[in-house]
């Protein structure tokens, strides 16, 4: 019987020292599952940070790179509103120097060309462009401005445009001011 105590003692007493290796070992694995998760938090804090810092930073590429191009917009078109102004005097000078060449003044008429000349040469430089449009060409909306709308002197030239009563112009690709055109109906 005592050799039968004994071997329950060391039943019981194998029992505490697994139970107590057990809990050990339970304890090791959650101080590891702390750490794990500390230092998993850790790197989802800083992976969140690098992706709000890239955000950041992408949307502030973005704002330079808008702003450069409304910049570069607004010195392209910083003088539309003078030349604007000047263009009906580009058609002063053209009415006029239709009429001078009617006269016999071969100075006067070579003074007024010379002015229109400068005058046409200083605006090409700021970025006006002359739009080409003549009679026969094709009526486009989007381009063309219909004054009046005329019977058709023949078939092909219905939905054409018969006559330009005023000049168009471009400001780089911008039109600042629509052709007045005549169309054939």
Do not use: C, W
């Amino acid at each position: 019987m005592a050799k039968k105590d004994k071997n329950e003692q060391e039943e019981v007493v194998q029992e505490q020292v697994n139970d107590q290796e057990t809990s050990e070992t339970t304890e090791n694995e959650t101080v590891e599952q702390e750490e794990k998760s500390v230092e998993e938090v850790l790197a989802e804090d800083l992976q969140k940070e690098k992706d709000k810092f890239l955000r950041l930073f992408a949307e502030f590429e973005n704002y330079k790179r808008r702003t450069a191009k409304e910049r570069i917009e607004l010195f392209k078109t910083a003088g539309e509103g003078v030349l604007k102004d000047l263009i009906p005097v580009m058609d002063d000078f053209d009415r006029a120097i239709l009429e001078i060449a009617k006269s016999e003044d071969q100075q006067l008429s070579e003074g007024v060309a010379l002015i229109h000349n400068k005058l046409r040469n200083t605006l090409v430089s700021k970025g006006l462009v002359l739009m080409e449009v003549n009679a026969g060409d094709a009526f486009n909306a989007d381009e063309h401005e219909a004054v009046t709308q005329i019977p058709a002197p023949s078939d092909d030239m219905k939905g054409k445009i018969i006559d330009v009563i005023e000049k168009g112009y471009k400001l780089g690709d911008k039109i600042i001011r629509y052709p007045k055109v005549v169309i054939g109906q």
